[in-house]
């Protein structure tokens, strides 16, 4: 499909994309919290995670064709592909040891867990497939993706960071992020997503693609799902 170039940004379609954002987000989140609250009946039980993951993928797609703007944060060949690999794996070299390290003592100084023995984790295949079909691919593919990209077109200031040039978007999303966790399901600790929110912003600006925040994403939760039930 081929799309005309966006039109200049006026102060009319700011305001027009800002709306779109804020009521799309909504809604969404609206539905997904009543999905939630109505978990215990079968069917919505047994599907809720397929219906939200094609929420947050589809609508964008038809939001975006019918603004008649690209699916501008895929990678857009192989080689980009792999060069998406290569920064999640830089990425988790670097900050996952440090991380884990961390979230030992926190386990230990505010938990009082006692030690640490290594979970079994025999179906870690079907663990991470779940976690790239029904929760990173989607909610990427929303947030860094399409609600990000769209506060970029909107906020156009940038300020230099660790090489990459950042803006509002960057911060806008991770907070945004956090707070539609909380909206759908509260949990006392949702405020910390901010911060692992940030890292897949990052990454999606250093490599212009969704690629490298979704296999970001996945590994963070098979890994803290792990390492949780691995305290005693």
């Known amino acids: 499909m081929v799309y005309p170039t966006n039109p200049p940004l ?4 700011s305001s027009g994309l800002i709306w779109e954002l804020a009521v799309v987000t909504v809604a969404l989140l609206i539905v ?3 999905l939630f609250a109505f978990r215990n009946v079968a ?4 599907t809720i995670s397929a219906i939200v993951a094609v929420m947050f993928l589809y609508v964008p ?6 603004r008649k703007r690209p699916v501008d944060f895929l990678d857009r060949d192989v080689r980009s592909f792999f060069k998406s690999c290569l920064v999640f794996l830089i990425a988790a070299v670097v900050v996952f040891p440090p991380f884990l390290a961390a979230a030992h003592f926190w386990q230990i100084m505010v938990f009082k867990k006692t030690a640490f023995h290594a979970a079994s984790f025999p179906n870690i295949g079907n663990a991470m497939l779940f976690q790239l079909l029904l929760i990173a691919l989607p909610e990427e593919f929303y947030f860094r993706g399409y609600f990000q990209s769209t506060i970029d ?5 940038r300020i230099r960071f660790l090489g990459i040039d950042v803006g509002w978007g960057f911060l ?3 907070a945004v992020f956090a707070v539609a966790h909380t909206i759908v399901a509260y ?3 949702h405020f910390s997503i901010f911060f692992p929110a940030l890292l897949f912003g990052y990454l999606r600006l250093r490599t212009g693609s969704i690629t490298a925040p979704v296999l970001f994403h996945v590994a963070s939760n098979v890994l803290m799902d792990w390492f949780a039930r691995s305290y005693s």
């Open 10 to 13: 006026t102060k009319g379609r």
């Open 61 to 66: 797609v038809f939001v975006l064709w019918r």
């Open 153 to 157: 077109i909107v906020c156009k200031k």
């Open 32 to 34: 997904s919290h009543a």
């Open 172 to 174: 806008v999303t991770a």
């Open 187 to 189: 949990q006392w600790w």
């Open 43 to 46: 069917w919505i039980g047994q």
